[in-house]
T-cell receptor, first 114, second 113 residues
Framework: DAGVIQSPRHEVTEMGQEVTLRCKPI?????LFWYRQTMMRGLELLIY????????DSGMPEDRFSAKMPNASFSTLKIQPSEPRDSAVYFC????????????FGPGTRLTVT | GENVEQHPSTLSVQEGDSAVIKCTYS??????FPWYKQELGKRPQLIID?????GEKKDQRIAVTLNKTAKHFSLHITETQPEDSAVYFC????????????FGSGTQLTVLP
């Protein structure tokens, strides 16, 4: 298996623009997580899905952030409009099933908003 | 909800020495405690985990200990090598539900040659 795939790996955009980050989880994994990592706040869970259904989005910082999982093999995290404080590394992770707790992280997307 | 505190935030050791990183958690229901290693510019990767039915687990130079009464767990790395330099994250969760992992704030370990 190729592991969790994220695209793009790097994104530079101007403030106010829409940003869409993409994730393909490992095939057969039921859970998908979106994290944001910054020096100041560490690893923050933004939202997670179980069987394509959002379970907990309490970590989403504000309404500018939205996430979808239209099917078991694809998820998006969208920021509209983007702001400089959104600059961070965004990781997607997936997990096999309820009894298997290891989360497999993707390579991350480094987002820079100027 | 769960709260995980991790100490120290930075740790420097001489090559060959041991390193210990400690975490405390707040939710007594938590029973799964993984440790992730993140090298510079890379993704976090699981290196070892422990469940609450055991007090210690070892994997070569890495060991984790768990004290459920005190609600703390520790990562021990022996005979450290330069390639052990990375950020280490502890985490906790309750396996009986769909709860997500709660991560500690991370420890930057530097192994000096």
């Amino acid at each position: 298996d190729a592991g969790v795939i994220q695209s793009p790996r790097h994104e530079v955009t101007e403030m106010g623009q829409e940003v869409t980050l993409r994730c393909k989880p490992i095939s057969g994994h039921d859970y998908l997580f979106w994290y944001r990592q910054t020096m100041m706040r560490g690893l923050e869970l933004l939202i997670y899905f179980n069987n394509n259904v959002p379970i907990d989005d309490s970590g989403m910082p504000e309404d500018r952030f939205s996430a979808k999982m239209p099917n078991a093999s694809f998820s998006t995290l969208k920021i509209q409009p983007s702001e400089p404080r959104d600059s961070a590394v965004y990781f997607c992770a997936s997990r096999k099933r309820r009894g298997d707790y290891e989360q497999y992280f993707g390579p991350g997307t480094r987002l820079t908003v100027t | 909800g769960e709260n995980v505190e991790q100490h120290p935030s930075t740790l420097s050791v001489q090559e060959g020495d041991s390193a210990v990183i400690k975490c405390t958690y707040s939710d007594s229901a938590s029973n799964y405690f993984p440790w992730y290693k993140q090298e510079l510019g890379k993704r976090p990767q699981l290196i070892i985990d422990i469940r609450s039915n055991v007090g210690e687990k070892k994997d070569q130079r890495i060991a984790v200990t768990l004290n459920k009464t005190a609600k703390h767990f520790s990562l021990h790395i022996t005979e450290t090598q330069p390639e052990d330099s990375a950020v280490y994250f502890c985490a906790a969760t309750y396996s009986g539900s769909a709860r997500q992992l709660t991560f500690g704030s991370g420890t930057q370990l530097t192994v000096l040659p």
